[in-house]
T-cell receptor
Framework: QQQVKQSPQSLIVQKGGISIINCAYE??????FPWYQQFPGKGPALLIA?????SEKKEGRFTISFNKSAKQFSLHIMDSQPGDSATYFC?????????????FGSGTQLTVLP | EAQVTQNPRYLITVTGKKLTVTCSQN?????MSWYRQDPGLGLRQIYY???????DKGDVPEGYKVSRKEKRNFPLILESPSPNQTSLYFC??????????????FGEGSRLTVL
């Protein structure tokens, strides 16, 4: 059972273009939505995150758009660069007992062509 | 340098031969966790620990054990590895702020092949 569905699985974009990755969730208990970026041979690293009380968060060329009613959120990378080529994971966090659990999407492999 | 260190980074073993993947963090984080990464499945949580001597199962704990005897270390133990445990494993840690987990810091991964 995949609680966070991510698409597309892979994405190829020209330099300067916009990359868009989408995620959807079912569990309304999720209350924190980060995106992680992973370069080959490295562990994932936090890129940007949003809470459901806002509809958009922007950090430089990276923007999260959040639609609470549709239970969807997306990552937009403006002016995509070859250095952005990586695997991107969306995630959603919820309380689980005394802890909080982070559930990841399946990942999107982004290739930005020079 | 703040980091999460995993060892070994690469390991090929045979079915049934016990192995341990070590994880150590130098950031004094309370929370530590193990994930496995498989194509098309993303990162799935195996076990996590909120603090020393406090561990709990994640989503895919079968076939794995963990221990948290010291705050900085969180080893992953495969008592009797099987080929379906062939995967890329990540250890991660973060601060706990009022019980809420913050940004996860990941190690560089351990690629395990079980023949």
């Amino acid at each position: 059972q995949q609680q966070v569905k991510q698409s597309p699985q892979s994405l190829i974009v020209q330099k300067g273009g916009i990359s868009i990755i989408n995620c959807a969730y079912e569990n309304t208990a999720f209350d924190y939505f980060p995106w992680y970026q992973q370069f080959p041979g490295k562990g994932p690293a936090l890129l940007i995150a949003i809470r459901p009380d806002v509809s958009e968060k922007k950090e430089g060329r990276f923007t999260i758009s959040f639609n609470k009613s549709a239970k969807q959120f997306s990552l937009h990378i403006m002016d995509s660069q070859p250095g952005d080529s990586a695997t991107y994971f969306c995630a959603a966090q919820r309380r689980r007992g005394s802890a909080r659990q982070l559930t990841f999407g399946s990942g999107t492999q982004l290739t930005v062509l020079p | 340098e703040a980091q999460v260190t995993q060892n070994p980074r690469y390991l090929i073993t045979v079915t049934g031969k016990k192995l341990t993947v070590t994880c150590s963090q130098n950031m004094n984080h309370e929370y530590m966790s193990w994930y496995r990464q498989d194509p098309g499945l993303g990162l799935r949580q195996i076990y996590y620990s909120m603090n020393v001597e406090v561990t709990d199962k994640g989503d895919v704990p079968e076939g794995y054990k963990v221990s948290r005897k010291e705050k900085r270390n969180f080893p992953l133990i495969l008592e009797s590895p099987s080929p379906n445990q062939t995967s890329l494993y990540f250890c991660a840690s973060c601060r706990l702020m009022g019980g809420v987990t913050g940004e996860l810091f990941f190690g560089e991964g351990s690629r395990l092949t079980v023949l």
